[in-house]
């Protein structure tokens, strides 16, 4: 280790200036740890406050030497009130965008009133005959049966007035035109004045479909004459073949009345209903009905 030369200038004070600083801390330590012998300060803690002073009261005797009583503050004996903490917990996460919704109060339905009885109409209609009728039929008469007819009441069909025939109080009659019926379904029919100031309830006639020819024209054997000619017709039930004639009776009610080489004309023999049947078109495939209807130039009428 180098020592310290004292020949230099500022050696020596370098040496002086470290000796005052050591003296100068050991002062320092020496009054932290030990102080220089005066008064020191201790610092106390807080004291509870003392209950409250009892004041002392002296009472004064006539006959002796006053005697002191010690009277105590009344607070001291005042109402303890306690009151819990009140406990309060965090609120809870919730969905800022779910709320709460109030259930819909269902609407009470008004009361439906009451409708009122019609009063039942003047006139009655008990019962019309017929009551079923096929279509396409001719004209009928229509005889309606009742209760408190009068002369001037009339029989309407589906609105439209005819004119009626007054029978007596319970009965009147009118002719029904064939345009009325001449397609399926329900007429109405009524009785009442033209003024509507009688008038009665309504009854129903109901028109059907009239029942049809099952059979197909096929084709025609026609002579010079045109007077025999034969028709070829096919039953559809049991595919036979049939040769018929002008004026012969097909499936037991369908008269032959008119053969030409496009249709065939039949009559209904009980409902006098025409029905015509067009010629098919021959098979092209091979065989009887296939083969185009010969036609005969002439032939002898005589047997």
């Known amino acids: ?7 230099k200038p500022g050696e020596k004070k370098k040496l002086i200036s470290a000796a005052i600083l050591g003296l100068a801390a050991i002062v320092v330590l020496w009054w932290v740890f030990f102080g220089f012998g005066g008064s020191t300060t201790t610092v106390r803690p807080p004291q509870p406050s003392a209950s409250p002073s009892r004041a002392t009261q002296t009472t004064a005797r006539p006959n002796g030497p006053a005697v002191s009583q010690e009277v105590q503050d009344a607070s ?9 903490p009140s406990y309060s917990a965090s609120d809870a996460k919730r969905n800022i965008f779910s709320y709460y919704e109030p259930p819909v109060q269902p609407k009470s339905a008004p009361p439906t009133p009451v409708p009122s009885p019609s ?3 003047p006139i009655l209609v008990a019962s019309v005959n017929p009551a079923n009728v096929y279509a396409r039929t001719s004209d009928f008469n229509l005889d309606v049966a009742g209760d408190k007819f009068t002369p001037a009441v009339r029989i309407f069909v589906d609105g439209r ?3 009626t025939t007054y029978k007596s109080p319970q009965e009147v009659s009118a002719t029904i035109p064939a345009s009325f019926i001449a397609n399926p379904g329900t007429r109405t029919v009524s009785v009442r004045t033209p003024d509507n100031t ?10 059907a ?3 049809t020819p099952n059979f197909t024209y096929m084709g025609i054997i026609s002579t010079q004459s045109r007077i025999a000619d034969t028709a070829l017709v096919q039953d559809r039930n049991n595919k036979n073949m049939l040769s018929v004639y002008k004026g012969d009776v097909i499936g037991g009610r369908f008269r032959v009345t008119s053969i030409a080489d496009k249709e065939l004309v039949l009559v209904d023999t009980t409902l006098k209903i025409k029905h015509t049947l067009a010629m098919t078109e021959p098979d092209k495939t091979p ?3 296939g083969r185009p209807t010969p036609r005969v130039d002439s032939e002898d009428d005589e047997p």
């Open 161 to 163: 007035e005819l004119p």
């Open 119 to 121: 009063p039942p109409p």
């Open 198 to 207: 009688l008038f009665s309830n309504e009854a129903s006639i109901t028109v």
């Open 287 to 289: 065989g009887a009905l």
């Open 76 to 84: 001291t004996w005042a109402e303890v009130r306690w009151e819990s």
């Open 209 to 211: 479909a009239p029942p």
């Open 1 to 7: 280790m180098e020592l310290v030369d004292l020949n």
